[in-house]
T-cell receptor, first 119, second 114 residues
């Protein structure tokens, strides 16, 4: 079974509108972390936002917020007031702490969602 | 700002050649990672290193090896390049002691094996 599932291969959003990118995850760990990265056409992966499994509040970073629903194992990214520069691939990733040591620093990535912002 | 650099943005090699991809980070991070990215498959971990001279296999290590002789440098080696290793290769680093341990990525190397 996939550990990270992003069900939307591609999405369109009108400029200045909000958009939600879906991410569900699968883990039996109690302690884990969830990340979102943005990859523009230039190729570089840009870290956007992080949510720890024990964090009670949803993470926010500027126009990005993470809608964390632990019981449903979902960690959706919400981008408010979309801009043309938001057009990119977006990846959800998870870090598990199933065992100690180096392995706890690995990230497992989803397959990504391509977001296109329409003027 | 964390800076992760990779030796080449684009590389073209022939089948059977030995290929070195170099990655350097300037923020004293303990952990370094090599991924390959293919359309529709996302990022897949090849190898990672949590300390100098230490390495662990990721999900797809076959056909690759790595070297970490200095903390700031992590090399990915294709011993005998094959056409199915044509891909985008991304290097990343992270700090063990950070609460989020987010990974910082380099610009990527697009490798074509002919």
């Amino acid at each position: 079974a996939q550990k990270i599932t992003q069900t939307q291969p591609g999405m369109f959003v009108q400029e200045k509108e909000a958009v939600t990118l879906d991410c569900t995850y699968d883990t039996s760990d109690q302690s884990y972390g969830l990340f979102w990265y943005k990859q523009p056409s230039s190729g570089e992966m840009i870290f956007l936002i992080y949510q720890g499994s024990y964090d009670e509040q949803n993470a926010t970073e500027g126009r990005y917020s993470l809608n964390f629903q632990k019981a449903r194992k979902s960690a959706n990214l919400v981008i408010s007031a979309s801009q043309l520069g938001d057009s990119a691939m977006y990846f959800c990733a998870m870090r598990e702490a199933g065992y100690s040591g180096a392995g706890s620093y690995q990230l497992t990535f989803g397959k990504g969602t391509k977001l296109s912002v329409i003027p | 700002d964390v800076k992760v650099t990779q030796s080449s943005r684009y590389l073209v090699k022939r089948t059977g050649e030995k290929v070195f991809l170099e990655c350097v980070q300037d923020m004293d991070h303990e952990n370094m990672f090599w991924y390959r990215q293919d359309p529709g498959l996302g990022l897949r971990l090849i190898y990672f290193s949590y300390d100098v001279k230490m390495k662990e296999k990721g999900d797809i290590p076959e056909g690759y090896s790595v070297s970490r002789e200095k903390k700031e440098r992590f090399s990915l080696i294709l011993e005998s390049a094959s056409t199915n290793q044509t891909s985008m290769y991304l290097c990343a680093s992270s700090l063990s002691r950070a609460s989020a341990n987010e990974q910082f990525f380099g610009p990527g190397t697009r490798l074509t094996v002919l």
